[in-house]
């Protein structure tokens, strides 16, 4: 036990000496936004005609409808407009031939095509999705809301039951900031930073990459690097998934929905830390929301620490978060504001 401390302490001290000679957090953001840009204008180079595929709508008052798309450029969102504007605005999921597939990752075959929604019989795909896009988003909020001499590394987003009341986002701050605790008025200002990227209506864009690209994309977070590797290991195809929004790209174990202004109710609620993991002090960063199409009022608010696995909380660690100079008294600074 006494070694693992000293080797866990071994590692801090590495990382925070690595910190010092790391790109800015713009820098590294500008860096990774680079490689996915790259790699898909690559991807799409390697359908340079046009070549027609089927796609026969599985979808309730239009079933067995033939739309002719282009094979390796057309989505499901191109196929929703085609439709009515109702399934472009609401749409946040798709089935491809009976597997989930985002709404804005090309199709490369004739298939068989659902639209899922909010609204749906069964919305379990897309709650769950949700869930995950949520926590993706604060992950972003979190990168973003500090200053520049901190550093931010996110860890692996837990995947947590909509059930559980909360959707979460696990980092690791600066070893300065061990004894933030951050107020309330540090939590409404990660809400108006998540608030902010809602409004502008961002598209979460797919890329399914393989392992090499994505260690170039993360090249400055060996936590990240791990569950590249992780991952394209679990993965039948050995390839991982990659997302951007705006110019944050991040991996993620499953489909995102199709935008931010699919949130409507957002609240970032408490963060909570969990104790000591390789990387640092990992806390866990919750929220509350909830879809555009569900608008209620949130009447409580979760601040209760959710709880998940053992395994998946040592898991899901993958990128940092840096908070601001003075953390006893200073709220996060969110950009844009």
């Known amino acids: 036990m006494a070694c693992r401390t000293v080797c866990q302490l071994l590692q801090r001290r590495l990382a925070s000496s690595a910190a010092s000679v790391r790109l800015s957090a713009a ?8 490689v ?18 089927e796609v026969t709508l599985q979808i309730p008052g239009l079933q067995g409808t033939l739309l002719v798309m282009n094979k390796g450029v057309s989505t499901p969102n191109s196929c929703a407009r085609h439709l009515t504007e109702w399934y472009v605005t609401s749409s946040a999921l798709a089935l491809v031939d009976g597997k989930p597939w985002p709404l804005h990752q090309p199709l490369t075959q004739s298939c068989s095509l659902s639209l899922l929604t909010f609204k749906d019989t069964d919305p379990q795909m897309v709650n769950q999705a949700y869930w995950r896009s949520c926590a993706a988003l604060l992950g972003q909020v979190l990168q973003d809301a500090f200053k520049e001499d901190f550093s931010v590394e996110l860890l692996r987003v837990p995947e947590v039951l909509v059930t559980s009341g909360a959707f979460c986002c696990d980092v690791v701050l600066d070893p300065q900031l061990d004894a933030w605790n951050p107020s309330e008025e540090s939590l409404r200002s990660l809400t108006r930073g998540a608030q902010q990227l809602i409004h502008r209506d961002l598209p979460w864009e797919p890329l399914e990459v393989a392992p090499p690209v994505a260690l170039e994309a993360f090249s400055h977070s060996r936590c990240k690097q791990e569950e590249v590797e992780e991952k394209s290991a679990q993965s ?25 202004g699919l949130c409507s109710q957002y609240e970032v609620t408490a963060i909570h830390p969990l104790g000591e993991c390789v990387w640092g002090l990992h806390r866990r960063a919750q929220g509350l929301s909830l879809p555009l199409q569900q608008q209620v009022h949130m009447r409580t608010k979760m601040q209760d620490s959710v709880n998940v696995p053992t395994a998946s909380a040592n898991e899901a660690i993958s990128d940092t978060l840096t908070p601001p100079s003075a953390p006893e008294q200073t709220p996060p600074h969110t950009a844009q504001q």
């Open 27 to 34: 820098d590294v953001r500008g860096q990774r936004s680079a």
């Open 36 to 53: 996915f840009s790259r790699e898909q204008a690559r991807q799409r180079s390697l359908y340079p005609r046009t070549e027609k595929i």
């Open 236 to 260: 039948p195809k050995g390839t991982v998934m990659l997302y951007r929004c705006g110019d944050h790209v991040l991996l993620s174990g499953g489909p995102l929905v199709a935008r931010t």
